[in-house]
């Protein structure tokens, strides 16, 4: 039961440009979304997280967005470099719960 | 490097043998999780451990699967008599805890080859 899902595997991107990944989740007691980059042959790395109280966090070039009635989040990232071509993997989870929800992941492909 | 470490980074087992995957948290840290990804899929959550206590062990297999972190060392996976279907990445995460939403830091990870 996949809890949490990253419907696009895969995004390829111009350098510069704007890059959404979106992620979509089943059980409405989800209430702390993160969202971590992942390289090759190297564990996932945390980049920005959103507490359901809110419906948007920005840390630099990286924004993530939470609709709740739709059970959806995104990330954008503005502008797009090469350096984030990354698997990005969306999680999910309770306050107090003792483990992460995670998608699937996409592939990001930013294009020099 | 005072990350999460992991080792071996690469395992390669034959069907029937134990496979054993060490993780060393990040220091200070006193919580750690074991999460497996299988090719293609996310990671899944096993199992969640203090130190001498194993706290969420919901998404282990019943079998063939256990995992330590004693007082001292690093914690342990262990998997008795691998099949192939064990073949994946196990990342190890730890964090500080006291915080309910404190992000977790992860290893690069210990591939299993299982043949």
């Known amino acids: 039961d996949q809890q949490v899902k990253q419907n696009s595997p895969s995004l390829s991107v111009q350098e510069g440009r704007i890059s959404i990944l979106n992620c979509d989740y089943t059980?409405?007691?989800?209430?702390?979304f993160l969202w971590y980059k992942k390289y090759p042959a190297e564990g996932p790395t945390f980049l920005i997280s959103?507490?359901?109280?809110?419906d948007k966090n920005e840390d630099g070039r990286f924004t993530v967005f939470l609709n709740k009635s739709a059970k959806h989040l995104s990330l954008h990232i503005v502008p797009s470099q090469p350096g984030d071509s990354a698997v990005y993997f969306c999680?999910?989870?309770?306050?107090?719960?003792?483990?992460?929800?995670f998608g699937t992941g996409t592939r990001l492909t930013v294009i020099p | 490097n005072a990350g999460v470490m992991q080792n071996p980074r690469h395992l390669v087992r034959r069907r029937g043998q134990e496979a054993r995957l060490r993780c060393s948290p990040m220091?200070?840290?006193?919580?750690v999780y074991w999460y497996r990804q299988l090719p293609e899929e996310g990671l899944k959550f096993m199992v969640y451990?203090?130190?001498?206590?194993?706290?969420?062990e919901s998404g282990m297999p019943k079998e063939r699967f256990s995992a330590e972190f004693p007082k001292e060392g690093p914690s342990i996976l262990r998997i008795q008599q691998v099949v192939r279907g064990d073949s994946a990445a196990y990342f190890c995460?730890?964090?500080?805890?006291?915080?309910?939403?404190?992000?977790?830091?992860f290893g690069n990870g210990t591939r299993l080859t299982v043949t």
């Open positions: 995460a730890s964090s500080p805890g006291g915080s309910d939403n404190s992000p977790l830091h």
């Open positions: 059980n409405s007691m989800f209430d702390y």
């Open positions: 959103i507490s359901s109280i809110k």
């Open positions: 999680a999910a989870t309770l306050t107090g719960a003792n483990n992460l929800f």
């Open positions: 220091k200070g840290h006193s919580h």
């Open positions: 451990l203090q130190k001498e206590n194993i706290i969420d």
